[in-house]
């Protein structure tokens, strides 16, 4: 089954499994929402139910709580938990300040409050994740369906009073209809092609009526684990202010890829 995955779904699971180690005992844990995050949810799944490893999950999307359900996860709302020790979430885009573009899965909104709500935030990606400078991935906003259309020029006028000229702001579709959160929300995509000062960006988008929230995820990232698809990965700590690197055999983690949907 390893044959099968491509390079970029390897460089995903080694980041996946080499995040599930900060993972202990008696932790309530954020479970990010994406491809890359779905793995970690396999991997603390096998742990849960092979070590007897006792957490209980904070899902950020309805299709990430399916999942870890799914797999044996003990799953409680972000109410219940109050408060989380660890998230682990996947990203879009990742600078050198571990600053994020997140939401191309649609679910920024709860994955931001998620993040925010916890000790510390872990977000796990391949190496086509990392970026100078945010931006060349559309900068995902949530919105609410009344008046989206005024949201949208209004975010449009806003853009244009701070230069980012000439970038064009999309409604995100799911087939022929426009996609829904799981908040019953609006996707809006910024087509920026590079973001100058992001922390600015972020503070003037939330103050448009409409917009309920950005994906850009300033300050709230801890840990960067980066997966290459020959089995490295990486792990920088910005607070630590340390990298560390090793390599993991995807032989002797056969067993995981056998449920690969
Ligand atoms: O922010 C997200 C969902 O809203 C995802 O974490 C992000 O889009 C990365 O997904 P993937 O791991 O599939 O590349």
């Known amino acids: 089954m390893t044959g099968e995955l491509s390079p970029i779904d390897k460089a995903k699971f080694v980041a996946a499994k080499r995040a599930v180690d900060y993972v202990e005992d008696g932790m309530r844990v954020g479970l990010g929402t994406g491809s890359t995050a779905a793995w970690m949810v396999r991997c603390l799944g096998e742990m849960v139910r092979d070590d007897g490893l006792k957490i209980r999950g904070v899902p950020t999307s309805t299709r990430t709580a399916a999942l870890a359900r799914e797999v044996g996860i003990e799953v409680i709302s972000l109410d219940e938990a109050r408060w989380l ?28 409050i998620v993040a925010t709500a916890s000790d510390q935030m872990i977000v796990i990606a391949d190496v086509g994740k990392e970026v100078e400078s945010l931006g060349a991935f559309p900068l995902p906003i949530e919105v609410i369906p009344f008046g989206w259309q005024t949201t949208k020029a209004l975010v449009e006028e806003m853009l244009i009073s701070m230069d980012v000229l000439g970038r064009s702001v999309t409604l995100r579709m799911n087939g022929d209809t426009p996609f829904v959160t799981d908040e019953g929300n609006h996707i809006l995509d910024l087509h920026l092609n590079r973001i100058g000062n992001a922390r600015q960006l972020s503070m003037v ?40 690197t090793d390599r993991l055999d995807f032989v002797e983690n056969e067993n995981l890829f056998t449920d690969l949907d």
């Open 205 to 244: 988008l939330n103050q448009v009526p409409g917009v309920v929230e950005n994906g850009l995820f300033i300050d709230i990232c801890d840990v960067v684990i980066v997966g290459y698809g020959d089995g490295r990965v990486e792990t920088r700590d910005i607070n630590e202010g340390t990298v560390e």
């Open 85 to 112: 020790d660890l998230t682990i979430d996947g990203a879009d885009e990742f600078d050198g300040d571990l600053n994020l573009i997140k939401g191309g899965g649609g679910a920024l909104l709860q994955e931001k």
